[in-house]
């Protein structure tokens, strides 16, 4: 038997998650079937529960690796670069398949009827807001920003208005047009709490 090495496992699981994505955009999380993820990657559905125990886990696992890239963009960005970077997370995030990009919508509907599913985008939710706060946070240290902003606030400002953005190019918004809007909506957001150097 071959060794599993943790980069295969690493790839294996991305490759779930993508197909899994993809159905659950295309024909609905609830109608979506473990049998039918495997079906697609063309592997037997024990194979899934290999990497992942349950079709919430892996609703999660699509939600966390949104969550994880914007981490990996944020993590060494310079504080001076903070709005570039947003910017540029957010082209990258244009380019991406809708099933990526839109990873959250397709489970909005299940959240009612679903308490695990309220509970796993509760829960990515607050992880986006942990991770931009704590880049805030940062900035206020570093004295870029005004200390007296509130990171908190202004984290679920700047997810709120992220999300408004990617619904409004779901609604027919141009995506190049969406990028331009992005980056002047950060700007215009980020001026006020931007400290000046007098």
Known sequence: MPKVVPDYKKQAKDTI???ASEL????GYS????DDIARKIGVTKGTIYIYFKSKED??????NRNMNMLQEALKNVDPDEFLHMGTKFFKTEMKMPDHIKF????????????????NILSKSYREYVMVLREKIDQLKLLKKISENTD??????ILISFHNGVLMSVMQGLSESTAVDLFGEGMASLLQNHYRTND
């Open 151 to 156: 990171s908190l606030k202004l984290a679920r």
């Open 24 to 27: 659950f955009f295309k024909g």
């Open 17 to 19: 998650l993508d197909s």
């Open 58 to 63: 892996v609703l999660y696992g699509v939600c």
């Open 103 to 118: 990873h959250w919508i397709f489970a909005m509907g299940e959240m009612e009827s679903n308490p695990k599913i309220k």
């Open 31 to 34: 109608t979506t079937s473990m």
